[in-house]
């Protein structure tokens, strides 16, 4: 997950902060931060939609890191017919496409360039045709593995159809 969120960072534009991403605490505000904050972009960097400052880069960074969750949370749980199954309510098929729709639009006009962007849209199309219920079509769960894959989410130990250890959280056992 930390090389999926060095290199989702490196395509927003941001740099390797000069102590080392190990050593960086994410508060340093460098001088060339204070200073243009208030300037005009340059006319490239408004054409294609770039932040505005650090101030709308931190903004354009929570988007893309709550949309980017939201999505993964959401992948995770249909790339495992499994863990679906445990489940005893499922996400309306509006709430699990609003996802998708968060991931895709939060990337604007740079979507395209995302590899993750075309097995996003297909899982979408397929959620969109879907009544959740108890069992996931093999189509779905295919999209969602896709997904996950490009993003550089790997395959938990043992697959995706046989998960690892048991769920975390309460039981309902009363033994």
């Excluded at 300037?39 to 709308?56: C, K, Q, S, T």
């Amino acid at each position: 997950m930390y090389e999926a969120a060095r290199r989702f960072c490196l395509s927003l534009g941001i740099r390797v902060p000069a102590c080392g991403w190990e050593n960086d605490d994410g508060y340093q505000v460098r001088a060339t931060d204070r200073d243009t904050d208030d300037a005009e972009p340059p006319p490239e960097a408004e054409a294609v939609g770039a932040p505005r400052g650090y101030g709308d880069a931190s903004k354009k960074a929570a988007q893309l890191a709550q949309a980017l969750a939201g999505a993964v949370n959401v992948a995770e749980l249909l790339a495992s017919p499994l863990l679906w199954a445990k489940a005893t309510s499922w996400p309306s098929r509006e709430h699990l496409v609003e996802h998708m729709d968060q991931l895709l639009s939060a990337f604007g006009t740079e979507l395209d360039q995302q590899k993750f962007a075309a097995p996003a849209r297909r899982l979408r199309a397929l959620l969109s045709a879907w009544e959740p219920g108890p069992e996931i079509p093999k189509g779905i769960s295919k999209a969602a593995r896709e997904l996950l894959a490009a993003l550089g989410i790997e395959e938990p130990p043992g697959g995706w159809d046989a998960p690892e250890g048991p769920l975390e959280g309460p039981s309902n056992d009363n033994a």
